[in-house]
């Protein structure tokens, strides 16, 4: 147990030490703090030059609590949870593993660190999308974890920053089935990470602006703004009841397992879900729902 605690309190330390030196500019390229701010900045200018619902102001209906979302879920969140839980569950499953006389180094497939630059990249981008593709599924598939993922389509005016409109249980359940596929194929440096994150957030912001792009036939690899807002819209048919266009980064999942569905232009169809109107309106009521939820 006290082994437990010290993992939680450094992982504490660790990461607000992480958070000070972003503030104060005293980090490079893993720089997420600015890096966000950055990548917001452009993305809502983007939505200024190419707006695709024209009416939708800049200011959008809760602008500001999905901003709020934003920080709360990409740092603060992070101090209080993610990292000393995820510290924590890895341990706990190496300890696992050890009392049946195993290791993490006898399921990995192969070397990573071998690979050029470019397929370590590729490799560890691919298999995040694809975990998280089929873990966005399940979020859809289940009610409990409906329950969580509601506040996320909540959103009733998409703009970029309700990309990271989501309850701070989501990325436990995502962190916690992608522990265990990136652990079989581990050796991935710090810059490994922050490359696909940034991108993967540059995206994600994108596929939830207000713009008016598809990528042209990109958009059968690459998630995109006139796709995703399909996965937000309030009515679907019976047979698609459970959700549709599920990528995150990448949209060729939803391709491939023929769950892609875009039968018109979304430009003006209704987000939600069924009952929205009834769904709480601020923060701590949306963080407190699934809880109240039997």
Known sequence: MEKYL?????????????????????????NYFYG???????????????????????????FWLDTFYMFFNFFLLNLIVLIALSNSAAQLFNDFLRIVGL???????FDINSFPFWARILVF??????????????????????????????????GFAAHLRYHWMEPVV??????????????FSAQDVAMVHFFNITIGHLNHANINWDYGFLKYILNNPKMHIWHHVK????????????????????????????????????????????FPKDFISQEIYPLNKK
């Open 235 to 278: 009515v679907l048919p019976e047979d698609r009841k459970h959700g549709v266009n599920f990528g995150i980064t990448l949209s060729i999942w939803d391709y491939i397992f023929k769950t892609n569905y875009i039968p018109y232009s979304g430009r003006d169809i209704e987000l939600g879900f069924d009952g929205d109107e009834n």
């Open 125 to 158: 981008f691919i298999v995040v999308d694809f975990v998280q593709w089929w873990t966005h599924r399940l979020l859809h598939q289940f009610e409990f974890l409906w329950n969580f993922h509601k506040v996320h389509h909540s959103v009733k005016q998409m």
């Open 103 to 109: 290791s993490i180094d006898d399921f990995q497939l």
């Open 174 to 187: 995502y962190n916690s089935i992608k522990y265990i596929p990136l652990a079989i194929i581990g050796g």
């Open 6 to 30: 010290n993992i939680i309190k450094t992982s504490y330390s660790d990461y607000w030490n992480y958070i000070k030196q972003s503030v104060l500019m005293e980090l490079n390229w893993e």
């Open 36 to 62: 966000l701010i950055l990548i917001s900045l452009v993305v809502w200018g983007l939505e200024f030059l190419f707006p695709w619902r024209k009416n939708q102001p800049i200011f959008r209906k809760d």
